[in-house]
């Protein structure tokens, strides 16, 4: 069971480290190189889909989505190092959404939002939340299965 749990703080970790770099490497670019990575990404939904999204509600979405990856992944590496499963994980998430922010508004034609921290952050909880309901699954199944073990023991 330990090795369990040192394979799943590595992997976690190494995803989150994974993650931050994504991340930043989107908040390196230009502003001009950011509008035509969402700008294509757009063209490709619109094909496919139709014109159901704006380029500024997609990229929205892609601040919320990376973030919720993170709070996921930041979940999976507090609980299987520390082993809790609580909220805490959104502290460092925030603090990297913030970072984030500051680091593009020294990008040229990029700027620090204080909404897209807000969004970030929402993302990473709602990541946090999906995290914490799989354990709690998890858990849940592991003593129903160890209560049927123990019936067929005891009977």
């Excluded at 603090?95 to 921290?117: K, N, S």
Aim: positive net charge; contains cysteine.
């Amino acid at each position: 069971m330990k090795n369990a749990r040192i394979f799943g703080a590595v992997f976690f970790w190494l995803l989150c480290a994974v993650i931050m770099y994504v991340i930043f490497r989107f908040s390196s670019e230009t502003g001009e190189e950011s509008k035509q990575v969402s700008e294509g990404l757009l063209s490709v939904i619109i094909e496919y889909i139709g014109n159901v999204i704006s380029h500024n509600v997609l990229r929205k979405i892609a601040h919320f989505a990376e973030y919720a990856t993170l709070g996921f992944c930041m979940s999976g590496a507090i609980y299987f190092s520390f082993g809790k499963r609580n909220f805490v994980s959104i502290i460092p998430c925030a603090v990297y959404a913030l970072g984030d922010e500051i680091h593009q508004y020294f990008v040229p034609e990029r700027a620090c939002r204080v909404f897209d921290i807000f969004i970030d952050t929402c993302g990473s909880a709602v990541g946090i939340l999906i995290f914490l309901l799989i354990a709690f699954l998890i858990k849940k199944l592991q003593k129903s299965k160890t209560k049927k073990t123990q019936f067929r023991t005891e009977g």
